[in-house]
């Protein structure tokens, strides 16, 4: 199969379920919320690499043969409205203060810190609605808990929290950092390849591996941006390169070199395929956007 191809026509299913699915007010809607759909598309439809929800439909199309007449793009679609509504926050003078995502103006610069703060909280509140409104019963509450968990103060907001506090303090040690990364980033990714796990029907072993090759993935991608933000131009990144040797934070990159903080990702990939391949469907696809997401330049 050409995996490239395939990549291709799932990112149009993708940008089109969000087209269709994403916040529109009435036509009669005051001033306030015609602004506010407005600026939630403007974050979510701005493009990107759509890791989360590609994730979820290639996980589900694996494990789909147990749970047949389920639609996985309202899932896939939460998962990008909460992975957006924390770039849109992580972007907020109060935590980043970035001027550019995904090349172009961040939220707050293209309307204002308010705007962009409700935004960010209606699509979180959005992802929740999807769920509830698209899947019934043990579904829709399996959904729901994997996504309220990863999302949570324990795992996402948590590792941002602890993100802010190394920031301001003493550096991270490696395990701290390894923390970080397993929370603020690897834990929406796993969740969304376990997320499509429970929508395919899959066992407590296929979900255990994708728990685990999310995990793995999680951190391997989170290195790489580490990297890339230490060697990568902003025309390239569609974001400020450089801001975290700006900043003083310290990075993979900045506590291990460039060359172990390669070879972690590597290592780290290598896990996350061995996971993919012991899965009952044996897990090509995902193994493809495992190495695809290795080797990225942005």
Same mark, same amino acid.
């Given at each position: 199969m050409d995996f490239s191809n395939k990549f291709t026509a799932e990112l149009a299913r993708i940008n089109g379920a969000i087209a269709r699915l994403a916040p529109a007010p009435p036509a009669d809607a005051p001033a306030g919320g015609r602004r506010l759909a407005e600026a939630m598309r403007y974050s979510l439809q701005a493009g990107g690499k759509r890791v989360r929800p590609m994730l979820?439909?290639?996980a589900f199309e694996v494990c789909a043969a147990g749970r047949p007449g389920v639609d996985p793009l309202p899932c896939a679609v939460a998962l990008e409205c909460v992975h957006t509504y924390s770039l849109i926050h992580d972007d907020l003078p109060c935590m980043d203060n970035d001027d550019l995502r995904r090349g172009r103006p961040t %939220?707050?610069?293209?309307?204002?810190?308010? =705007? @962009?703060?409700l935004a960010g909280d209606a699509l979180l509140t959005e992802a929740f609605r999807l769920m509830a409104t698209?899947?019934?019963?043990?579904?829709?509450r399996a959904l729901s808990r994997t996504l309220?968990?990863?999302?949570?103060g324990a795992r996402l907001i948590g590792g941002q929290m602890q993100d802010i506090l190394a920031e301001r303090g003493a550096p991270p040690?490696?395990?701290? %950092?390894?923390?970080?990364?397993?929370?603020? =980033? @690897?834990a929406l990714l796993e969740a969304s390849?376990?997320?499509?796990?429970?929508?395919?029907?899959?066992g407590e072993d296929a979900l255990a591996l994708l728990r685990e090759a999310g995990r793995r993935l999680g951190l391997a991608f989170q290195i790489v941006d580490d990297i890339l933000d230490a060697t990568a131009d902003t025309a390239s990144l569609g974001k400020t390169a450089g801001k975290d040797a700006a900043a003083g934070k310290t990075t993979y990159a900045s506590l291990h070199g460039l060359p172990s903080a390669r070879k972690i990702a590597a290592e780290q990939t290598a896990a996350a395929l061995?996971?993919?391949r012991s899965l009952p469907g044996g897990g090509a696809f995902p193994a493809w956007l495992a190495e695809r997401l290795l080797n990225r330049k942005n």
């Open positions: 979820a439909l290639a %939220l707050h610069k293209r309307f204002d810190e308010a =705007t @962009a703060l698209h899947y019934d019963g043990d579904l829709s309220a968990d990863a999302a949570s040690s490696a395990a701290e %950092l390894e923390y970080i990364h397993l929370n603020k =980033t @690897a390849l376990v997320c499509g796990g429970l929508m395919g029907g899959a061995d996971a993919f």
